[in-house]
């Protein structure tokens, strides 16, 4: 448990780094290298990010295989076969990564050939060959990770990516005050991720031994492992979907500079998705652990609070301060042209705060190797999404497209918890009730005390504070006073009296 708390830590800290850092570092491209040279961009990462469905999860099933077996020495060989085996996996699959960036790389044009210019398609042709290697990378180093976290190793990887942050922010800002080109973001970002890649690589092999060659594959090993990767293919594919095909449409649909408009709001809610997903690496050796020992049922639900409650406290307190000073925020960042991002990412996240809160229980569909069974369902809602995607751009434009996917994780919320509930034996009303229980009232009370302040106070940048600071202090005594649990109580008396002993 210390090691997932050290872990949770880094990783939350992460986050709150890469968003303040993503937040500042996008607005500052966007004010020097422009709005449309921004859409190009996101234009580029939207179709390159296609590519990533064949990455088939092999960073979930190394970490998901380690992790059901003893690293102690006693299992040597099985170790070695799976870490032999999905490698093997991800060199095939890099090789057909590569082939199919040839292919996008030779349909940029024709695809784009209404929506942007001649000029704008060479530009674009180069930032897919950084994009796509910055990929490629990217997928190598996820294999490695997942070494990482089946040897229930937290810190090396969040470490690194939190040099990477700082240096990618650093070097990005340098460069573009030097010589304003929208290059240097994907070739800062292609060459960080080869060094990141390199270092992870040699860690995995240096230290901890990993037998990184196609000398141990296993057959059985490979049939064991197929089910969850074409299970993460599908969730690929609903993730890519739903994260990318409304940038995809609107830049096909629109312009560039809808597309960057929309592009902000995608940041907004992929960066609030990416919080409920931290808590699910970390607990997955934990989860298998208490698995193999017979937790089940009732069991496991009680077990799976603790990670549910610290999704929904995050999470909950994200999406209601995005609701109460999100566009000001927008605004004051990005400017006035790009405040309506904030309605887009609010419809989303709306649906996604309950959607993403229990992420944790796919840690028990890997072991039970029935993560195909969830990729299912969110095929159903994605085919939903584009489907409706499409015809909503066409008659309220971005509006539309925000909607329709909003609805669409409504969708996928029903029918997952309803299979938890029914064939994994989870007490999903249970977990709902303890998770947001002491919350989700403060929060409500919070908001509707702190909102409304926007229409008193005239200046745009003393609603942000004030509203902002009105928010906090009236959730957080509230949850103090009323919404903590006990453990939750001992938790912040500890916190209070280490601070108070160290300013003593």
């Given at each position: 448990?210390?090691?997932?708390?050290?872990?949770?830590?880094?990783?939350?800290?992460?986050?709150?780094?890469?968003?303040?850092?993503?937040?500042?570092?996008?607005?500052?491209?966007?004010?020097?290298?422009?709005?449309?040279?921004?859409?190009?961009?996101?234009?580029?990462?939207?179709?390159?990010?296609?590519?990533?469905?064949?990455?088939?999860?092999?960073?979930?099933?190394?970490?998901?295989?380690?992790?059901?077996?003893?690293?102690?020495?006693?299992?040597?060989?099985?170790?070695?076969?799976?870490?032999?085996?999905?490698?093997?996996?991800?060199?095939?699959?890099?090789?057909?990564?590569?082939?199919?960036?040839?292919?996008?790389?030779?349909?940029?044009?024709?695809?784009?050939?209404?929506?942007?210019?001649?000029?704008?398609?060479?530009?674009?042709?180069?930032?897919?060959?950084?994009?796509?290697?910055?990929?490629?990378?990217?997928?190598?180093?996820?294999?490695?990770?997942?070494?990482?976290?089946?040897?229930?190793?937290?810190?090396?990887?969040?470490?690194?990516?939190?040099?990477?942050?700082?240096?990618?922010?650093?070097?990005?800002?340098?460069?573009?005050?030097?010589?304003?080109?929208?290059?240097?973001?994907?070739?800062?970002?292609?060459?960080?991720?080869?060094?990141?890649?390199?270092?992870?690589?040699?860690?995995?092999?240096?230290?901890?031994?990993?037998?990184?060659?196609?000398?141990?594959?296993?057959?059985?090993?490979?049939?064991?492992?197929?089910?969850?990767?074409?299970?993460?293919?599908?969730?690929?594919?609903?993730?890519?979907?739903?994260?990318?095909?409304?940038?995809?449409?609107?830049?096909?649909?629109?312009?560039?500079?809808?597309?960057?408009?929309?592009?902000?709001?995608?940041?907004?809610?992929?960066?609030?998705?990416?919080?409920?997903?931290?808590?699910?690496?970390?607990?997955?050796?934990?989860?298998?652990?208490?698995?193999?020992?017979?937790?089940?049922?009732?069991?496991?639900?009680?077990?799976?609070?603790?990670?549910?409650?610290?999704?929904?406290?995050?999470?909950?307190?994200?999406?209601?301060?995005?609701?109460?000073?999100?566009?000001?925020?927008?605004?004051?960042?990005?400017?006035?042209?790009?405040?309506e991002s904030w309605i887009y990412a609010i419809i989303i996240i709306a649906a996604l705060l309950f959607n993403e809160f229990n992420n944790v229980i796919i840690n028990v569909m890997d072991i039970l190797n029935k993560r195909q069974v969830r990729s299912f369902i969110l095929m159903i809602t994605t085919v939903f999404n584009i489907i409706g995607s499409i015809?909503?751009?066409?008659?309220?434009?971005?509006?539309?497209?925000?909607?329709?996917?909003?609805?669409?994780?409504?969708?996928?919320?029903?029918?997952?918890?309803?299979?938890?509930?029914?064939?994994?034996?989870?007490?999903?009303?249970?977990?709902?009730?303890?998770?947001?229980?002491?919350?989700?009232?403060?929060?409500?009370?919070?908001?509707?005390?702190?909102?409304?302040?926007?229409?008193?106070?005239?200046?745009?940048?003393?609603?942000?504070?004030?509203?902002?600071?009105?928010?906090?202090?009236?959730?957080?005594?509230?949850?103090?006073?009323?919404?903590?649990?006990?453990?939750?109580?001992?938790?912040?008396?500890?916190?209070?009296?280490?601070?108070?002993?160290?300013?003593?």
């Open positions: 448990m210390k090691r997932i708390n050290k872990g949770l830590s880094l990783s939350y800290v992460y986050f709150v780094l890469n968003t303040v850092l993503t937040i500042v570092v996008s607005a500052f491209i966007v004010r020097i290298i422009g709005k449309t040279d921004y859409g190009v961009y996101q234009t580029v990462t939207a179709f390159v990010s296609y590519l990533v469905l064949l990455e088939f999860g092999t960073g979930s099933a190394m970490s998901r295989n380690l992790s059901l077996l003893k690293k102690d020495g006693t299992d040597t060989e099985q170790v070695n076969k799976n870490v032999s085996t999905v490698w093997s996996l991800t060199i095939i699959l890099s090789a057909f990564i590569i082939l199919f960036a040839v292919v996008f790389y030779l349909l940029i044009g024709d695809i784009y050939a209404n929506t942007l210019t001649a000029e704008q398609i060479i530009v674009a042709k180069r930032l897919f060959i950084f994009a796509a290697f910055n990929l490629l990378c990217t997928f190598l180093t996820q294999t490695l990770n997942g070494v990482l976290i089946g040897y229930e190793n937290y810190t090396f990887e969040k470490t690194l990516s939190l040099v990477k942050l700082l240096l990618r922010s650093a070097l990005i800002v340098v460069w573009l005050i030097i010589k304003p080109n929208i290059y240097a973001i994907v070739i800062i970002d292609a060459t960080l991720s080869f060094s990141v890649f390199l270092i992870t690589l040699l860690y995995c092999v240096i230290k901890l031994k990993s037998k990184l060659v196609f000398k141990y594959f296993d057959k059985g090993v490979f049939k064991f492992t197929m089910p969850l990767c074409f299970a993460m293919l599908l969730q690929t594919i609903v993730n890519s979907a739903n994260g990318n095909v409304d940038k995809f449409l609107i830049s096909v649909m629109l312009s560039p500079e809808a597309v960057s408009v929309y592009a902000i709001s995608t940041m907004l809610f992929t960066t609030f998705s990416s919080v409920g997903c931290i808590p699910l690496s970390m607990y997955m050796p934990t989860i298998a652990d208490s698995m193999k020992k017979g937790a089940k049922g009732e069991e496991l639900s009680e077990y799976l609070v603790k990670p549910c409650r610290l999704n929904a406290f995050i999470l909950g307190v994200l999406a209601f301060g995005i609701l109460v000073v999100g566009q000001q925020f927008l605004t004051i960042v990005y400017g006035a042209e790009f405040s015809l909503a751009i066409k008659f309220w434009g971005m509006l539309g497209a925000a909607i329709v996917t909003g609805i669409s994780y409504v969708l996928q919320t029903v029918i997952l918890n309803i299979y938890y509930k029914k064939k994994l034996g989870i007490n999903v009303c249970k977990l709902f009730k303890e998770s947001f229980k002491g919350i989700f009232l403060c929060l409500i009370i919070a908001a509707a005390v702190s909102f409304p302040l926007r229409y008193v106070i005239g200046n745009l940048y003393a609603q942000f504070f004030v509203c902002g600071g009105v928010f906090c202090i009236v959730f957080f005594v509230l949850f103090v006073l009323f919404g903590a649990n006990k453990e939750e109580k001992m938790i912040l008396l500890r916190i209070k009296n280490k601070t108070l002993k160290k300013s003593g």
